[in-house]
């Protein structure tokens, strides 16, 4: 069964340094997408970056990259040069290779960036 | 182009009432996922809807139902409310919503706040 494990509840980060949020992951399908959320207090999940199985390079979107383990079954997301503004939930989620699969997201960790 | 539209952004219902939460997808998109988000339990999928027709749903009571229309809105119904029902209830769009792909990236809306008293 597939199954994503964030082992961080909270994190704090002075501004301006690099944050990695850790994500692991679990399925038994060859083919698999990995999703990165983040959720301010409004409530809404904004889209930061995919990764799918197959790609041989990890993702990178402006200061969000995603450093893919694939072996190790690791999805950490890395923030660099953090910004008070990044203060918010982030989600590790993933989606497998079959016909309406879901998407199933982790528990979470919480990133709070100090001045 | 639009986002995905919520509707009513915040709702407050008795124990024992029904409830009925709307979803816009982004134009184009045909796939709706609709989650229940609270702090005990996370994310969990309720169901996802593909061209009218339910295509996957997680494990919830039968309670929980929802229905696409041709226009790819869709809606999410809970019946006879009870106070657990409180939570964030969060709809995505996708373009296909299958296979892995970033087509199969999910935007959600900023979704409805359900409380019931």
């Known amino acids: 069964a597939q199954k994503i494990t964030q082992t961080q509840p909270g994190m704090f980060v002075q501004e301006k340094e690099a944050v990695t949020l850790d994500c692991t992951y679990d399925?038994?399908?060859?083919?698999?997408?990995l999703f990165w959320y983040k959720q301010p207090s409004s409530g809404e999940m904004i889209f930061l970056i995919y990764q799918g199985s197959y790609d041989q390079q990890n993702a990178t979107e402006g200061r969000y990259s995603l450093n893919f383990q694939k072996a190790r079954k690791s999805a950490n997301l890395v923030i660099s040069a953090s910004q008070l503004g990044d203060s918010a939930m982030y989600f590790c989620a993933m989606r497998e290779g079959g016909i309406a699969s879901k998407i199933i997201f982790g528990s979470g960790t919480r990133l709070s960036i100090r001045p | 182009k639009a986002g995905v539209t919520q509707t009513p952004r915040y709702l407050i219902k008795t124990r024992g009432q029904q409830v009925t939460l709307s979803c816009s997808p982004i134009?184009?998109?045909?796939?709706v996922s609709w989650y229940q988000q609270t702090p005990g339990q996370g994310l969990q999928f309720l169901f996802e809807?593909?061209?009218?027709?339910?295509?996957n749903k997680g494990n919830f009571p039968g309670r929980f139902s929802g229905r696409q229309f041709s226009n790819s809105r869709s809606e999410m119904n809970v019946s006879t409310l009870e106070l657990g029902d409180s939570a964030l209830y969060l709809c995505?769009?996708?373009?296909?919503?299958?296979?892995?792909?970033?087509?199969?990236?999910?935007?959600f809306g900023q979704g409805t706040r359900l409380t019931v008293v």
């Open positions: 809807y593909f061209s009218e027709t339910q295509r």
């Open positions: 995505a769009s996708s373009f296909s919503g299958q296979g892995v792909s970033i087509d199969t990236e999910a935007f």
């Open positions: 399925t038994s399908d060859p083919s698999y997408g």
């Open positions: 134009s184009g998109h045909r796939s």
